[in-house]
């Protein structure tokens, strides 16, 4: 089933069909605790959404924006990676896994990023303006280019990780040297 151009507001998502959903509009939408397993979502816009704890088990986002959603406890590792691409503004992302994801370009701006595991993801040239990223992981991650200037609250090993590249204020360089338990001043 294919569904195009449509406007879906404050609906009862059990209503909703498996289907490839395209240039479609979700508004205050909860998706929460939902089986998304198998729905396809390419170009799509996701405004004030819930989807916590939902089941993304080959679920696609294909050039889909998050604007203010909840999105906690999720496993995107889990979806259709095949041209997996989202962009997220001023969402709640906590406790979700990205992890070996290919996030390259990834924007994730003004988010909250507490305990998200990125390990072994490829965030090169990701982009992390105003993101509380309070105990999220970076292990064996690829942070080229990534821009962590308006991010805080992050720890990142610079030698578990690949940082080549990467953009950080001189104010927020703690992130980089808590490993080594030096003081700052």
């Known amino acids: 089933m294919y569904i195009e151009d449509q406007t879906f507001k404050g609906i009862d ?30 170009e799509c816009d996701f405004d004030g959404c819930n989807f916590s704890n939902a089941n993304l088990v080959d679920t696609a986002f294909k050039q889909v924006t998050f604007t203010e959603c909840k999105m906690l406890g999720l496993l995107f590792d889990k979806c259709d990676l095949f041209n997996l691409e989202m962009k997220f503004e001023n969402t ?16 994730f701006n003004t988010c909250n990023l507490t305990a998200v595991d990125f390990s072994e993801a490829n965030l090169s040239d990701a982009y992390f303006d105003g993101s509380d990223l309070s105990g999220a992981v970076f292990q064996n991650s690829n942070l080229q280019g990534a821009d962590f200037r308006g991010a805080e609250n992050f720890t990142i090993h610079p030698e578990e990780n690949t940082i080549k590249g990467a953009k950080f204020l001189k104010s927020n360089l703690e992130g980089l040297l808590r490993h080594y338990k030096i003081k700052l001043s």
């Open 13 to 42: 998502v059990e209503t909703l069909r498996k289907a490839e959903y395209e240039y479609c509009t979700f508004i205050n939408c909860d998706f929460g605790n939902y089986n998304l397993s198998g729905f396809k979502f390419i």
């Open 92 to 107: 709640m992302l906590s406790h979700s896994s990205f992890y070996k994801l290919n996030l390259k370009r990834t924007v």
